[in-house]
Structure formats: C-alpha cells, structure tokens
C-alpha cells in the first residue's frame, strides 16, 4: 500500500551537513506521521525524528535536537532530514517509516507498517 524510498545518504566529515529525503507512493501520505529511525553495527534501531500528519508537530531524539530538522512537504509525497553538525556517532543506516495508523509520530519501531530500503549515512573524522 505505501512504499518508502529514501535518498540523501553519503560521506561526510563532521561538522558537516546532508540532507535526506523519503518519498512515498501512498495517496494519503498527509494523513499520517513518518519518521526517521537509524540503526548502527551492533545497536538497536533508533528513534531519531518524527513529524506528524500536518507538519504542526516534531519530535527529536536528545542527541540530535538542535542539529537535525525534519520536514515535509505533503504535495511532494516526501519527508526530509536535515542534518547538521554531523558527528561521528551519527553514523549509521537512516530509515525512514510510517504507519497508516498513526497520525502524531511513537517512537518504538514495533509500530510501524512500513520502512525504506535505508540509506547509509557515514561521518568521519
């Protein structure tokens, strides 16, 4: 019913910037929340931005407040993550998801429907 597909990742050194975006095939994608989730080697998959269904609302993760923003432009059928001051511990495979149930962004992964293919997102020193 909804496919995710993300692009944006890459290498970058820290204190660098990249933007990732998701786009999405579902028809009704501004009736609900999408969010980012990362996972790096070895670590649980990571709650790291949400939005919810309007754009009206966000949620971080402490470590990335300040640094990330996410937005979306529900013409476009798209979210984005925009990171800045990237630091090595931002490494990781960023995941985009959403769930047809949720309208305001949660922050387990056990509540989404449907992810991205991921995109790889590698900061060095």
């Known amino acids: 019913q909804v496919q995710l597909v993300e692009s944006g990742g890459g290498l970058v050194h820290a204190g660098g910037s990249l933007r990732l975006s998701c786009a999405s095939s579902?028809?009704?994608?501004?009736?609900?929340?999408m969010v980012w989730f990362r996972q790096a080697p070895g670590k649980e998959r990571e709650f790291v931005a949400g939005?919810?269904?309007?754009?009206?609302?966000?949620y971080y993760v402490d470590s990335v407040k300040g640094r990330f923003t996410i937005s979306r432009d529900n013409a476009k059928n798209t979210v984005y993550l925009q990171m800045s001051r990237l630091k090595q511990e931002d490494t990781a495979v960023y995941y985009c998801?959403?769930?047809?149930?949720?309208?305001?962004?949660?922050?387990?992964?056990?509540?989404?429907?449907?992810w991205g293919q991921g995109t790889q997102v590698t900061v060095s020193s």
């Open positions: 998801a959403a769930s047809l149930a949720l309208g305001h962004a949660v922050f387990s992964p056990l509540s989404y429907d449907y």
């Open positions: 579902g028809r009704t994608f501004g009736n609900y929340a």
């Open positions: 939005i919810n269904w309007s754009g009206g609302s966000t």
